[in-house]
């Protein structure tokens, strides 16, 4: 059960371009940079006494892309996080436990995932996007409206499964606009199309050696 991953490290570029769309816009790569900066660029479970928000990219109606930040651990209501395990969400049980969160997802940018202790990564530590369901709640305690995620796990395929047998559903960039569409239904379709297209990427995965120690105050983007 995947609970940290990240994005990589290197001093911030305004040139860059990570070929994730909207990422790749300056504003964007700002947010982001602060973000790295403040949680060093690792995403955490979010709770009452760590709140940390976790980017995430959503499509709004009319399907263009936003980034935003959001509570790792779903809410269903206003009064909290929901009591049962909602910060990962299996890939065979979306129509079937998840189905209203399933309506509205995301995707979670990443270079690298943690599991059982294991750093992975694509060949050359290329930014992938993980899947993820949604739910936007107004906070009982503030009034605000709070986006909150879960993110969508799948069988380990590959050299992953060495180390445990679930693992991040990464999805290619050709689902990644079936996947934000609003107007897309969330059925069992649409779990087999992610299943299916996530398998290359899956067993594309690789272990990695931590990455090195940066320097206090370090700017970091990926």
């Known amino acids: 059960m995947c609970a940290s991953y990240g994005l990589g490290g290197g001093p911030y570029d305004e040139n860059q371009r990570v070929g994730l769309h909207p990422l790749d816009l300056r504003e964007n790569q700002v947010l982001l940079n ?12 979010t709770g009452r ?3 940390n928000f976790n980017p995430l990219i959503r499509a709004d109606a009319a399907g263009s892309r936003e980034l935003s930040f ?8 206003g009064r909290g996080p929901v009591k049962f395990s909602a910060f990962n969400s299996r890939d065979d ?3 079937r436990s998840w189905s209203r969160p399933f309506q509205r997802r995301a995707l979670l940018p990443a270079s690298w995932y943690v599991e059982k202790g294991v750093r992975f990564e694509l060949p050359g530590t290329e930014t992938f996007a993980i899947a993820a369901l949604t739910s936007t709640v107004v906070d009982d305690a503030t009034g605000d409206a709070l986006i909150s995620y879960s993110m969508v796990t799948r069988e380990s395929l590959g050299e992953a499964a060495r180390s445990w047998h679930r693992m991040p559903l990464i999805l290619p960039a050709e689902m990644h606009d079936e996947w934000l569409d609003p107007s897309r239904k969330g059925d069992e379709s649409l779990a087999a199309a992610i299943q299916l297209a996530s398998v290359e990427t899956s067993e594309a995965v690789t272990a990695a050696p931590p990455p090195p120690s940066k320097s206090a105050g370090e700017p970091l983007l990926f």
Not at 70 to 77: G, I, V
């Open 49 to 51: 006494k760590a709140l």
């Open 34 to 45: 602060q973000w790295m900066l403040e949680q060093g660029a690792t995403a955490k479970i």
């Open 70 to 77: 959001a509570w790792w651990w779903l809410w269903l209501d």
């Open 93 to 95: 049980a979306l129509v």
